[in-house]
């Protein structure tokens, strides 16, 4: 029996969250098989066995977070930790049913973790009648210990709520006739409606682990530690829409779907070269803001795990149609779980677009340590006055960006999303600019 420590994963990395346990207690495994997926900085990565071997124990659960170099697991090393697991065991007798081990509250309720309690009402499991840990609780590997040994014991079953009999309007009483003028008919009073008596829907719990928890931290640490403010334009893109129009067939024939959105990351990077105060970060160790010469820009991107922020890396140094495809590798990528942590990490600036969805406005979060953010909204068609006066259709977007108000002063942030503004509004300067 071998302790598996979690080994270093990254640079700068101390500590990891348990996503997922690929080889359960009691199977083998092959030397270089994933036995564990881990999280750090919202990047997953499977860490694979040193040896041939056996799982023996978990040690830690799934959403445990552990700092690196402790044990998370213990396993068997050649061909003995390989061996066949011993058969099931015999149900226990009655009298063992009758009299239960596991620790039982001054509620009478069983002390046991979330995932135990889930896995045992899955497997027909009794918490009950299970052998505590040395802390007095049960824990998820104590029932898959039980289930491998073949101990199923039901739960007791919950007795049905008794369901209330409808009541019943009593027949109405008629009024007495009045001497002085003719009888009265009256009606019955309407019978109260019946409802059906059905239970309320349970509710639904998610474990708020993994990516979730990492968005959750960076989300609060952004908010609470940067000033934030957000400026907001509305930008006129009618001549960029038809020069996308024009680009289009040209760059689908070198494999290429061009979107606004590399026409938007090299006005950002023109933009920032012009207002640098904008490229920085505040080093509050050391007392100074630290101005980045180099453009790696954050694209936002929606998953299924949440959301990520994968980094194009020197764009001011990539043409149209080289943004275009890294943006494509980069979003397949980070959809599918399989960018490297470098690629989630070192962004100087950030944008985040809903694509289709649009909107009008919103006020994007920092992407701490970062001080600026642009939010992308949707270009929407509608009448506009030109310079002559005249009533015509304008293809209209608002851009919204938040700032570090520590780093950022209102002036700066105004300027630099003006400079956005002008090459959007006439996309020939990113020509002269070399685009």
């Not at 080994?7 to 564990?36: M, T």
């Not at 052998?131 to 014991?153: F, H, M, S, W």
């Not at 027949?171 to 239970?199: C, H, Y």
Request: hydrophobic share 45%; charged share 20%; aromatic share 4%.
């Amino acid at each position: 029996m071998i302790p598996f420590k979690l080994p270093e994963i990254g640079e700068g990395v101390i500590e990891g969250e348990i996503v997922k346990w690929i080889v359960a207690p009691g199977q083998v495994f092959a030397r270089n098989d994933a036995l564990v997926e881990v999280m750090t900085d919202k990047a997953t990565i499977e860490i694979p066995a040193p040896f041939d071997g056996r799982m023996i124990e978990w040690q830690a659960a799934e959403g445990d977070v552990r700092a690196v170099g402790s044990v998370i697991a213990v396993i068997g090393e050649g061909a003995a930790a390989a061996a066949p697991i011993e058969p099931p065991v015999a149900l226990p007798s009655a009298s063992l049913l009758a009299s239960p081990s596991a620790s039982v509250g001054s509620s009478g309720r069983v002390l046991a973790t979330p995932a135990a309690r889930a896995l045992a009402r899955e497997s027909g499991i009794d918490l009950a009648n299970l052998p505590v840990d040395e802390r007095g609780r049960l824990t998820k590997t104590d029932v898959i210990a039980a289930v491998q040994r073949g101990v199923v014991i039901p739960a007791p079953a919950v007795a049905a709520p008794a369901v209330a009999a409808p009541v019943v309007a009593a027949p109405p009483v008629a009024l007495p006739a009045r001497r002085d003028a003719e009888p009265i008919a009256t009606k019955p009073a309407p019978a109260p409606a019946v409802r059906a008596q059905a239970s309320d829907p349970a509710d639904e719990f998610l474990p708020f682990r993994g990516m979730r928890r990492k968005i959750a931290e960076g989300m609060t640490r952004s908010y609470t530690t940067a000033v934030h403010y957000t400026y907001v334009e509305q930008i006129d893109v009618g001549k960029l829409v038809v020069l996308r129009e024009q680009a289009r067939k040209p760059a689908a024939e070198q494999g290429v779907a061009l979107s606004y959105l590399p026409f938007i990351i090299k006005a950002v990077c023109h933009a920032l070269k012009k207002y640098p105060i904008v490229n920085a970060e505040l080093d509050d160790a050391n007392s100074r803001i630290v101005i980045k010469k180099r453009y790696h820009i954050g694209v936002a991107a929606a998953t299924d795990q949440g959301l990520m922020v994968p980094v194009l890396r020197d764009a001011d140094r990539l043409s149209l149609l080289d943004i275009a495809r890294e943006l494509k590798r980069l979003g397949d990528g980070a959809k599918t779980g399989k960018l490297a942590r470098d690629e989630l990490s070192g962004s100087t600036f950030t944008i985040t677009s809903l694509g289709s969805i649009g909107g009008v406005l919103a006020t994007p979060i920092l992407n701490y340590p970062e001080v600026g953010i642009l939010g992308v909204h949707a270009i929407r068609k509608v009448p506009v006055v030109d310079e002559h006066d005249a009533i015509v259709v304008g293809h209209i977007m608002n851009l919204s960006v938040s700032l570090d108000h520590r780093v950022v002063d209102g002036f700066e942030g105004a300027s630099f999303l003006q400079e956005v503004r002008r090459y959007l509004e006439d996309p020939t300067l990113l020509l002269l600019a070399g685009i």
